[in-house]
């Protein structure tokens, strides 16, 4: 849309687009904002304009209309040339904020999610229509299987690089393991793991978790996956008093051992700014030993209660026996991830990508959607 | 302390500690963190027990005192053996809700720091009670400067282990360089750096930056750091107001370059559930173009203005020409750091550490306090 003229205020301008509508731009937003070569390093898309020393009062020395009303230029106090704002621009930026972030969630539960929706195959998953097929379904269900992948940990770490990198973490980055008793963490026994998200103890949980099955001669080890939006949502319904107050109580996760004592707090349902989930936290294997002033404590404890069952109820899981070459990408932000007990040999190689990472890649290939946030 | 009696009501049980004091303890809290090896694992430190399950009215079958009311014995419907609560143990639980955290910060600006303050030899550094020392150093100032440090990144790579591991970031982990036009990023140019904190992009910013000088033959370059910490109670003091509103805006930082898109979103402060501020976030630089709503597009503006300006003024800083050998390790979670423009060669190496693995060290080190946070 391109401007059909503009009207100047003492501290800000207001803008007619062609078609009758106008939007106001306060002039220190605009000075703020400007992309000229002095303001702007176009080549890091950084604002090199040292804002804090704008005149609180700057306003334009002279404005015009460019190319149709295409550009409007405007001539600052503080610099020799016109600055260009392109009109598609300031539309971008005419209303209070626009963000990119995900699209909405298509929440599941076992009547819903077929393997038909999650499933890819390995090769296409490399391909870059496959990788944004790939990163829709883990945006959309949380979770995707990819299908003949090599049996091995490169394969691993093929999907990872080709989203982003792999994150290192006190265990370290690539990974690769047999059920073994010896080692210290419970992901590590053959005995049933119950629904949890990994790293509760970590400021940063990771994002994206990607599990490949190596080798499996075993009994049960059912993989399970359930999504806690889904869960949360249910929660909602059934009592939105309990939902909004463990959306505001702080849990402590805690890892121990190795000279390591990493502790981390947030809510089990955290929301954004403005009001949307944006992660489930839950380990109760993880869970520090708190106490919380009543009534919060008993509030937490009748959460879990509620929140645990469900996870644990297979009415809310997708549940799959991974044979070697499957491997379950998922959002560790969202999805709970559990398996059954086991007996006998199962090998398995793993990764973490950093949410920041994932959200990277979704921006990169277009799979994210403009949205106004209220501040 | 020990426990001299005990009085059982219907959901929950009043300890008498020797000295007449009493707590009170929820059964349900008491089952939760039963710490016998059925319902947690010792080696892992992880609760076995299936919190959800329990339930929400259970009680004790029977209570006893052993050892001089060194523990107080309850025995659980659903166990077969009696669970052993040592009195320490429920002591430190007494009180809602006991975490352990960072001591007090020692704020700082240009009339009170002394290099003396900071300073540390790199091979006493290494040894352990240089790492306490070196660590609280961190936690008292925000920034420590280790003198005589082999010049070579591989220096810098001592240092991260003796704390933690290497983060890793978009742009790798150790690095090192010399000033270069052609490089994206503005930190690889000569031109000055106002103050800032890295990474606003991240969702969980480096917890500490190391910054070793390799070698410089050059003039200007001074290296600079602002205690954000000690600007924002500046903030706090003179507009109460605009502090707690810049508290609750959230800024986006943006990385955008070599199929990454970066973005994050926070407050320039931050403060934990108790009111205390935990993170300063601040970077000119890479702060995307936002619109948000009025009055806070103002307010931050305004808030921009006020704390840039402070950041940039010598008296809240400390200025300082890093020659070879010398190491700066700060916490960007707290101090803003810049440096000059210059001219000639300088060449440096650096690394990041999580803010994770920070505090972990830190509590490793018995650097932490125990304090009360309400929740």
Redesign the interface.
Known sequence: MTISAYQQDSDSMQIEWHGGETSVF?Y??LR??ARDPISF?R???????????VP?DIAPCEVKLRDDGRFICIKWPDLENFVDYASDFLLY????????DLTEPKLWDKSSITNNLISIEYEHALTQSGTSEFLKKIADYGFVLVKHCPCEKAAVARIAKNI?????T?FG?LWEFEANETM???AYTPKEL?PHTDST????APGLQILLCVDYNAVGGESVMVDGFRVAKQLLQDDPELYSLVSK??V?G????D???????RPILRHD?AGRIVQVTFN????A??????P???HL??A??????LF?NPNYQWRHQLKPGEMLVFDNWRILHGRGGFEGKRKMAGAYI????F??AL??HDLTETTVK??
Chains 1, 2 share one sequence.
């Open positions: 306060s220190f937003w703020d904002n390093d080549q890091s898309h950084q604002r090199e304009l040292f804002t804090a020393m609180a930026y005419s209303s209070p904020t626009v963000v990119t982003g990198y792999i994150r290192k006190i980055g210290a963490d419970s119950r103890y970590s400021l940063d109580i702080e402590t805690i890892y121990k051992g000279g390591s004592n990493l502790q981390a707090s700014i109760n294997y993880d869970r030993t708190t106490r919380l002033a009543e919060q404590m008993t404890y009748s879990i209660r509620y929140l645990d069952r644990n950093n949410r920041e990472d959200l990277s921006r990169e209220t501040a």
